[in-house]
């Protein structure tokens, strides 16, 4: 493949083995993120999968790669497996709200959450409802092709078997579906074989959220929202795709049957050369979902009193292709990790170089990021460094500072602990530590040092001197 490579690989789901990312115009990376259905919060588990583009998106630009990234906001067309209904028109019925109110409120606590989780926004988050002759060009296009079929129902549908690689993504090839199996939602219709999709559903006695189109008046499926709009803003080519691991079916084999098809380079190319799937977060034992009822939202964790970003920190500690488990107290913890790293951080000096040792261990974290997202292992080596008392807090000050734009945490923030003031008692406790040891009295100078530990300050003695932090 031509483009420019970018030295980070990911596992892809198509192919089954760590591949690495390539601009494939030899300029930006093109990321398409699933987006949110915006008919309720987003909860952690989302903001997992979210977080998953961010932590690509800052290793590139970290190692200098330009990134072009657009994640959907699906505002209609998303049917819900309980009710067979649009989940934007099932909760505009409960809650006798215009459903378009009820997508822009969702949209803008999207934003919102993305933004405390630190994640940088998209280039472009196209909305469904705003992108429907988009799609009716690509469903003509499919038609043209032999590839979609107008039902007697007035819907137009896919035909799954004109696309001979169906399954590729997840396995489910189209010999083993069985008819009957309830692949997202009921869709009984006019289908001429039982795995075909909608991609145009007649509107039928559906008066909201219903468009004209050249097959009568309706509204989108799911999938082709995706296709139409990632090949649409991302010019024809998806560099790499990502979504949480329970879109690997029906919605991406569905979108790549979709998408192969449409784009120019010839008929076996991939229209996105990564499929990119993050795991699933469980929240005391189970997957986070509304129907188990463990539902947390990030703004639980700011009524609680902790960082948001701490939720960032435990997601970061798990690597992105394991499930992992949430808990209160992995946030606590993590949010005292988080004070402690940036009083750190706060005593960096006037000096912007990296030492030559920092900048090799800058080097070993970007690489664990550059190896299929090991942020788990980048953490935990500045766990360590925390603990090196040979090296001078403002060096490691220096090292947490720079490495923060790839780890997103906000290190340089101003710590809880640095509002604290130091009392004059401590002031004077330090002095005399200072002075028993330029006396060479070890024994008194131990003796403060657990003084002043018992008080919340740890000392550490340097070729350079005294220093102390809080604890
Ligand atoms: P939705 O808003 O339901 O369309 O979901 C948005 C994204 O969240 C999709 O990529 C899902 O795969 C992902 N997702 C849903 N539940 C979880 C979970 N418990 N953990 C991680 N990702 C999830
Ligand atoms: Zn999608």
Redesign the pocket.
């Known amino acids: 493949m031509s483009g420019t490579t970018t030295g980070v690989r990911i596992y892809d789901t198509l192919t089954r083995e760590l591949r690495e990312i390539v601009a494939s115009d030899g300029k930006e990376v093109r990321i398409y ?6 008919y ?1 919060d ?9 977080l998953l583009s961010d932590i690509v998106r800052r290793t590139l630009e970290f190692k200098g790669h330009r990134v072009q990234l657009v994640q959907n906001i ?1 505002d209609v067309g ?1 049917m819900s497996e309980d009710f067979d209904e649009d ?1 934007l028109l099932a909760e505009s019925k409960t809650t006798k709200r215009d459903p378009f109110e009820i997508a822009r409120e969702f949209e803008a606590k999207f934003h919102k959450d993305l933004a405390l989780l630190g994640i940088i926004p998209a280039n472009h988050y196209p909305r469904a409802s705003e992108c429907i002759e988009m799609m009716h060009r690509h469903i003509e296009a499919l038609m043209e092709r032999g590839l979609a079929y107008l039902g007697e129902d007035k819907t137009v549908y896919f035909a799954s078997e004109k696309f001979p690689s169906y399954g590729a993504i997840s396995g489910n090839r189209l010999t083993d579906l069985k008819p009957g199996h309830r692949y997202e939602f009921t869709e009984s219709g006019a289908k001429r074989f039982h795995a075909d999709w909608a991609l145009w559903k007649a509107a039928g006695a559906r008066r909201e959220m219903i468009w004209d189109s050249p097959w009568g008046p309706g509204f989108p499926g799911w999938h082709i929202e995706c296709s139409a709009m990632s090949l649409t803003f991302l010019h024809g080519h998806v560099d790499l795709h ?6 690997r079916f029906p919605h991406h084999e569905n979108e790549r049957a979709q998408s192969n098809p449409l784009i120019d380079q010839g008929s076996n190319e991939e229209a996105v050369d990564l499929w990119l799937h ?6 005391e034992g189970r ?3 509304k129907s188990a009822g463990n539902v947390v939202l990030l703004r639980d964790v700011v009524e609680r009193g902790f960082d948001p970003l701490s939720v960032r920190f435990c997601l970061m500690e798990n690597r992105y292709r394991s499930q992992m488990d949430l808990s209160w107290d992995s946030i606590a913890a993590a949010d005292k990790v988080l004070d402690r790293w940036r009083s750190i951080t706060a005593q960096a000096g006037g000096e912007k170089d990296l030492t030559p040792a920092m900048t090799s261990i800058r080097d070993e974290i970007m690489g664990y990021l550059a190896a299929d997202l090991d942020s788990p292992r980048a953490l935990q080596r500045l766990r360590s460094l925390e603990k090196e008392s040979a090296i001078p807090l403002a060096e490691k000050a220096q090292l947490f500072a720079s490495i923060d734009p790839l780890l997103g945490l906000d290190l340089t923030a101003t710590p809880r602990s640095k509002e604290k003031k130091l009392s004059e008692e401590d002031a004077a406790l330090l002095e005399s530590r200072s002075k028993a040891r330029d006396d060479r009295d070890f024994a008194e100078s131990d003796r403060i040092r657990e003084l002043l530990a018992s008080r919340g300050i740890e000392v550490r003695d340097l070729p350079t001197g005294q220093e102390w932090h809080w604890i």
């Open positions: 993120c699933c987006g949110p259905t915006v309720r987003a909860h952690l588990g989302n903001l997992r999968t979210f699906t998303h989940k990502i979504g949480g691991i329970d879109l993050g795991e699933h977060l469980l929240f997957k986070m979902s």
